[in-house]
């Protein structure tokens, strides 16, 4: 069982060769295609997804009608897989309504660097899985840029620029 499954658009190839080269430098290991899996191919997106702990989907504004996602989406939901939106810029909030990610709570971070973003993540990951990857102490209670105090994610939304 690897611990994540990507499903991203292939024009966000070079974020997810970075993204997963990082990841696995950390010791998480990754499904993504197409060196795992044929991203088109439902069956084989399918058996990397029910072999995973926690998916992560890379989001930007044409994820609403990109196949791979929303096919990604449903197995996800199917198999009450784990979700992390990887939000890459600001979306209309028409694109979680849709998708009910907006009855969620979720970390936007589409102003933070890479690694900012890239520690968000390993926060969610860690918090769903239960497996401290990191050295960093994260804490998913800290207060958001509202003052808000989070509550426990189901779904988190990271955004990378």
Known sequence: MKDLCLVYQKENKTLIKKLVSKL?????????????YKQEEKESLKSAIEDSRI????IDKNSVSNKEIISGLNISLENKSEIIPFVLEKIDSGLYSD????VYSWVAAYENTFDEAYDLLIEAYEELSGNKKSNKKLNLAKKNKSGQKN?????FAIAAI
């Open 24 to 36: 696995e430098s950390d010791g998480i290991s990754c499904w993504i295609a197409p060196r795992d």
């Open 151 to 155: 509550q426990r994610p189901i779904f």
């Open 99 to 102: 998708y009910f990610f907006f």
């Open 55 to 58: 998916v992560v989907l890379i």
